[in-house]
Every structure is written in structure tokens, then in C-alpha cells.
């Protein structure tokens, strides 16, 4: 699955955009103009002048009092001038700063995912640590994307599966736990980092993650993540072991996909989970295996949707769950094993879940609602 992005910047949007100097002096002269007329006027309605006299003998004290105005419009003129100048001069700075810094990240970046090419895997695991503190440092969100692609293009490239410890394959057995490490430290950076509140330095939130048919087999910690823009895709991921949380995560805009995901191993975990927004998509999931739990999640905005989900096996618990807002949709799941409890969920059956499951509920399903009809 593609991810589609938002458009980003061009370097083209990035360059420096100034006017031409007559034309900049033409506006700020006529704008001066505009004010100390609008100023003059205005002073002579407050000061309720109905009549300025005038004087057909220019007089000494007249003269000079011109001479003075004289010398006062040349000198605002020269501070205008002044003023245009520097505007321009501090536009360009910043332009010439920015283009050295972005020159500074493109050649760090090369040199950083140069490593992540390497045979070593202590050389790869030096490129991923550089790729994120290129991430953070970046001079702009387009710059800072492309690092947080890479990384996660780097998870979902093939790998050379575990030959098991046998003693005739020991040394294949090391390099596939060395690589393992890689996988996982890069997991555990983006959990890292997507914890950070928005808008803080390190912070990834609000950034696309394409994690699509990525083999999450370690740790990933998302607990206390506000997913609340961007677009975060776990399509098509396996989940075959480890433990994922994402307890407290709170799920209130932007599209995150789990859509086709396997379930088939290990704690998925989405305790105290928040859905009060955006759109989360489960269709076609398969929990075949492990332990997925909604404990106390609250379901009260934006849609959320297992449509066409199998659970076959593994435990899937809703218990304490809360359904009072948005939509929760089961349509055309199916329930052919494993155990899925809806105990003491609180709230209308969710959109299509009596359908699935139908009456009587198998064995495996314990369902037990505050108010037992679905949604309209």
C-alpha cells in the first residue's frame, strides 16, 4: 500500500522572493505618504482647525521652519532607504543560512544512508541512530520526512529468515540476531519519538509513518502517542511476537491503517486507548493468535472499523470497553474461534457486531453490553 502524501514544499516555494528595489521603495514611499497624510488629517480633525491662514510675506521664522521640514523629509527618505536595504539584506542571510543548512543535511544524509548499506550490522545500526538525529535536526517537515521514510523503508525490506541455533548454523544464527538488532532499535526510535508532545524538539508526531507489511516481531512503544495528523499505515503488517502498546494512545485525527494486519502472535496492547477522531481501519484483519487487547478503550468519535475482520483464534478482549460516539463498525466480520470478550462493555453494540456474531453467540464470544441494540 501507498501512502498518499501531503504535498510538500518544492525547493522552488523555498527560494527567495523579493521584490525589485524601485518597486519596494515605490510602496514604502507611497505608504509613508499615505500614513503621514492619514496623520496630518487626522490631527487636524482632532484639533477642530477650520481654517489654516496663510501669509503672503514668507518671513525669516517661515523660511526656516521649511528648511527644517526640508531636512525632515530627506531624512525619512534616507531612513526608508535604510529600512529596505536591511529588509533585504536579512531576507537574503536567512535564505543563504537556510540553503547552507540544507546543503549540510544532504551531504549527512548520503553519508548516513551509505551505512545503512553496509555489511556490518554495528555500521547499520550507526546509520540508523544518524538518520534519526537528522530527523530532529532537520531544517525543515520535507527534510525531516524523507529521514523517517528511509527508516521506515529500511523495515520493510526482506530479510534472510532465522536458521535456528543449530551448531551447523551458528554463525547465520549471530548475523540474523546482529540485524534483528537494527529492526528493533529502529522500532523502538519511532515509539520514542512519537510519544514526544507536538511541537517539541525530537518530536515525529504529525508525521507519516509507512510501516505496510512490516514484520513487527520486537517491541514498539506507542504509550501516551497522539495520533492527531498524518497518516500512519500498519497495512499488511505481521505482528508474529514481541509486545506493541499502545496504551493511553490517543487517536483523535489523521488515518492510521490495520487494515489486513496479522495478528498471530505476542501482546498487542490498546489499554485505556482513545478513539475520539480521525478514521482507524482494521478491515480484513486476521487475529489468528497472541493476546489483542481494548481494555477500557473508549470508542466515542470518528469512525473505527473491523469490517470484514476474522477471529479465529488468540484472545481479542473489548472488556470495560466504552462505545458512545462515532461509529464502530464489525460488518461481515467473522467468529470462528479463539476468545473474543465484549464483557461489561458499556454503550449500543457496535455497527454490524450482532450480525457477525449472531444469536446465539458462539462459545467463544462473551458479549455483555449495558444496552444490547445496535447502532441506527
Known amino acids: 500500500m501507498t501512502l498518499n502524501r501531503r ?11 523579493l521584490w525589485r528595489v524601485g518597486r519596494a521603495l515605490s510602496v514604502t514611499f507611497a505608504a509613508a505618504v499615505l500614513a503621514a497624510g492619514g496623520v496630518f488629517y487626522g490631527l487636524v480633525y482632532l484639533l477642530d482647525f477650520q481654517e489654516i491662514d496663510t501669509t503672503a510675506k514668507l ?35 536567512e535564505t543563504g543560512a537556510h540553503r547552507e543548512a540544507t546543503r549540510l543535511h544532504t551531504e549527512r544524509f548520503s553519508q548516513a544512508v551509505d551505512k545503512l548499506g553496509s555489511d556490518s550490522p554495528a555500521v547499520r545500526l550507526g546509520g540508523v541512530h544518524a538518520l534519526a538525529g537528522l530527523a530532529d535536526d532537520a531544517p525543515d517537515d520535507s527534510l525531516r520526512q524523507t529521514c523517517i521514510d528511509v527508516l521506515c523503508a529500511y523495515l520493510q525490506l526482506p530479510f534472510t529468515p532465522d536458521p535456528g541455533d543449530d551448531p551447523a548454523h551458528q554463525e547465520e544464527h549471530h548475523r540474523y540476531l546482529a540485524f534483528r538488532k537494527v529492526r528493533h532499535t529502529i522500532l523502538r526510535l519511532i515509539g520514542d519519538h512519537c510519544r514526544l508532545p507536538r511541537g517539541t524538539y525530537r518530536s515525529w508526531q504529525g508525521c507519516d509513518l509507512d510501516l505496510t507489511d512490516v514484520i513487527i516481531d520486537g517491541s514498539m512503544d506507542f504509550r501516551g502517542a497522539v495520533l492527531s495528523s498524518g497518516r500512519v499505515s500498519f497495512s499488511g503488517a505481521t505482528f508474529p511476537g514481541g509486545e506493541v502498546f499502545f496504551d493511553r494512545a490517543s487517536f483523535s485525527g489523521g488515518r492510521v491503517f490495520f487494515d489486513r494486519a496479522s495478528f498471530s502472535g505476542g501482546k498487542v496492547s490498546f489499554l485505556r486507548a482513545s478513539f475520539s477522531g480521525g478514521l482507524v481501519f482494521f478491515d480484513r484483519a486476521s487475529f489468528s493468535g497472541g493476546k489483542v487487547s481494548f481494555l477500557r478503550a473508549s470508542f466515542s468519535g470518528g469512525l473505527v472499523s473491523f469490517d470484514r475482520a476474522a477471529f479465529s483464534d488468540g484472545e481479542v478482549s473489548f472488556r470495560e470497553a466504552s462505545f458512545s460516539g462515532g461509529r464502530t463498525s464489525f460488518n461481515h466480520a467473522s467468529f470462528s474461534g479463539g476468545a473474543v470478550s465484549f464483557t461489561t462493555a458499556s454503550g449500543p453494540a457496535p455497527y454490524g457486531l450482532l450480525g457477525a456474531v449472531g444469536t446465539p453467540a458462539p462459545a467463544t464470544v462473551t458479549l455483555s453490553f449495558a444496552w444490547m441494540h445496535p447502532v441506527p
Open 7 to 17: 504535498p510538500q514544499p518544492s525547493s522552488d516555494d523555498r527560494e527567495l522572493r
Open 59 to 93: 518671513d525669516a521664522k517661515t523660511l526656516f521652519d521649511l528648511v527644517k521640514l526640508s531636512f525632515g523629509v530627506v531624512a525619512g527618505a534616507g531612513a526608508l532607504v535604510a529600512l529596505v536595504v536591511a529588509y533585504r539584506r536579512q531576507r537574503v542571510d
